[in-house]
């Protein structure tokens, strides 16, 4: 807990892609109360998320997550001290429902506004869980549209040291379990059977490996992939399961390997590492051993905080509303906005 925050109850708002997300930290550092409304059902005959059906939904259902959210943590609207919303990146229509509801709110009840960076969300979430996680650090995102690694510093917005030059690895994810006839969201339904199959049935490439640098590539991995897949026709149990496991591997590889060189080449201690494919069990568990062997301090939130949450966007708000930024009226959102750009830098408070 930082001493600038304390006594502040800031209300979180998150609606970025397809989850709509309300939650209410307590002096910057204690969820009180955390609703994620999914939409996986609306999405699921599509396959992926359909831009125009995700806003729809958020508009049917911000206040009710909001409320549910105030009552989970026994609060009445009068006791928050701050909003704290997600202006981008991301689909510009669901942004703009979570937005407008936040601004209207802000306006209603005359509390103070700030628009949070998606991804200084997620990383937020790493510092709210872990105390020891102090920068400077490496931040690894990786989520369904990033893939990327962040030098973060305690006075600057972070740098970004690499990323992903076509697919992002939750996008990978997605891909290939919809290539093995798995069900929408493809990612977790991927990483459940991939433990039930073999990780050295198929070696696939780790794309960029033997190459310098700290970019990463997985749209060759996706096809090493489909190909594997068409000449396996039909597929059975069994190759499913084993395709599945032998992606993953290959996919959580390059994650550890690209981290451990960037740590290095960084002189970093600390790792956090966050997003949706954060909640990969095999990746976890790579991370972990890694830590070990090699001896770096490694931050992974809980599944429920790496996956997309308004805990971590009321946390990088708390930072961002301690140190007196306001936003106005004219806030709006952005699909594209890097992190290392000012509009919503919102940096560690240590
Ligand atoms: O951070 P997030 O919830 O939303 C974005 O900001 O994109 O990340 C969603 C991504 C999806 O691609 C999803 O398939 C992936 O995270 N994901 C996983 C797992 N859980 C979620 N990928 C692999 N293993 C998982 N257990
Ligand atoms: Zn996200």
């Known amino acids: 807990m930082s001493a600038p925050s304390a006594g502040s109850v800031v209300l979180g708002i998150e609606s970025s892609c397809d989850e709509l997300a309300a939650a209410i930290v307590r002096d910057g550092g204690t969820v ?23 806003s729809r939904d958020h508009v049917a259902a911000v206040s009710q997550v909001v409320a549910a959210a105030l009552d989970e943590a026994r609060l009445e609207l009068d006791a928050i001290t701050g909003i704290a919303v997600t202006a981008g990146p991301g689909l510009l229509g669901s942004l703009l429902v979570g937005l407008s509801f936040a601004k209207a709110l802000a306006f209603q009840r005359d509390l103070p506004l700030v628009g949070v960076h998606h991804l200084a969300g997620h990383l937020a979430a790493a510092e709210l869980v872990d105390e020891a996680l102090r920068p400077p650090y490496l931040g690894l995102v ?61 070696d696939f490439p780790r794309p960029l ?53 960037a740590l290095e080449q960084e002189g970093l201690g600390r790792l956090a590492v966050v997003g949706g494919v954060a909640a990969n ?35 990088a708000g708390t930072r961002l509303l301690a140190r007196g930024e306001r936003h106005g009226w004219e806030l709006t959102a952005a699909s594209r906005v890097a992190l290392d750009a000012e509009a919503f830098y919102s940096g560690p408070a240590r």
């Open 281 to 315: 069990r095999r990746l976890r568990a790579e991370l972990a051993a890694a830590a070990a062997r090699q001896g770096f301090h490694l931050a992974v939130p809980p599944p429920a905080l790496c996956t997309d949450n308004a805990a971590m966007i009321a946390a």
């Open 209 to 261: 490996a033997e190459q310098a640098g700290l970019d990463f590539s997985y749209s060759g991995l996706k096809t090493a992939v489909a190909h594997e897949v068409a000449r396996r026709q039909p597929l059975d149990g069994r190759d499913v399961a084993d395709l599945a496991a032998s992606f993953e591997a290959a996919a959580t590889d390059v994650l550890v390997a690209r981290s451990r060189r």
């Open 32 to 54: 009180v109360g955390s609703v994620v409304h999914g939409q996986d059902a609306v999405h699921r005959p599509y396959g992926g998320v359909v831009p125009e059906l995700a």
């Open 142 to 202: 990786v989520s369904g549209g990033h893939t990327a690694l962040y030098r973060v510093e305690a006075d600057r917005a972070p740098a970004l040291l690499g990323e992903t030059r076509d697919d992002a690895v939750g996008e990978a994810f997605d891909k290939v379990a919809k290539l093995l006839g798995l069900p929408y969201p493809g990612g977790p339904a991927l990483s459940r059977i991939a433990e039930k199959g073999d990780a050295t049935a198929v």
